[in-house]
Structures are given as structure tokens and as C-alpha cells.
């Protein structure tokens, strides 16, 4: 379950980047992601309930802003694509995310090609 926290920031930088459409919540959080150094099994189950947070947010959003909705949907699928990543324990794209610091585009194509290819490679029939 989410737990509010509120950050007050000066009312012209909220205009500007509301005015820029970003996402100040989104950002906050990659930012803070990206400070956290623990184990990667740990930060995998982050990502996965960040992916479910942002996907809940995204429905709440549907009716009243579905721009945002979309953004904060989208996020979810990001989230869920680096937990996935680290959870399978994707080193060439992991190797790369750790050196920068942070995940790029690049990055997260890769990631999705990476856990696409894992899966199917998988032998179903063995889980049924």
C-alpha cells in the first residue's frame, strides 16, 4: 500500500514543469531508484511494486486525464520491464545501467529484446 509523502517545491518550478509535461512524482522516484544501493533482488521486487503502483495510478487517471493516465501506464510497463531484467539477471544490459548510473531508452530496449528472446526460448510444456 502507497504511503503518502509531500514534498513542497516553489510554485514557479511546478508551473514550469507541469508546463513541460513532466511528471514531477515519476521523477522523483527514478531519481531516488537511482540513489539505492542493495542488492539487486531487492531493488527487482521495488521495481515490481513501483510498476503496480504506476499501473493502479494509471486507471485511477483514465477518466480525468487520460494523457497522464497514459504516462503513468507507460511507467508501469518500464518498471515492470526492469524488474524483469534484474529478476533474470540480464547482464548485458544490466553491466551497462549500472556503469551510467541510470537507465536510458537504449537501455530498456534492449532489456525488453533481452527478456522477449529469454521467454521464448523457454520449453512451456515443462511448467504444464
Do not use: C
Request: charged share 30%; hydrophobic share 45%.
Amino acid at each position: 500500500m502507497p504511503r503518502e509523502f509531500m514534498i513542497k517545491l516553489p510554485e514557479a518550478l511546478i508551473k514550469v514543469l507541469e508546463g513541460l509535461g513532466i511528471d514531477i512524482e515519476a521523477n522523483v522516484i527514478e531519481l531516488l531508484m537511482n540513489e539505492i544501493s542493495i542488492e539487486r533482488s531487492k531493488k527487482a521486487k521495488l521495481h515490481a511494486e513501483l510498476a503496480k503502483y504506476f499501473l493502479s495510478e494509471g486507471k485511477r487517471l483514465i477518466d480525468k486525464n487520460p494523457i497522464q493516465a497514459s504516462e503513468k501506464i507507460y511507467k508501469a510497463a518500464e518498471e515492470a520491464i526492469k524488474a524483469l531484467t534484474m529478476s533474470l539477471g540480464m547482464e548485458n544490459v544490466l553491466s551497462k545501467v549500472e556503469e551510467r548510473g541510470r537507465w536510458t531508452t537504449s537501455d530498456l530496449e534492449r532489456a525488453v529484446e533481452a527478456v522477449t528472446d529469454f521467454t521464448l526460448n523457454l520449453n512451456i510444456s515443462e511448467y504444464f
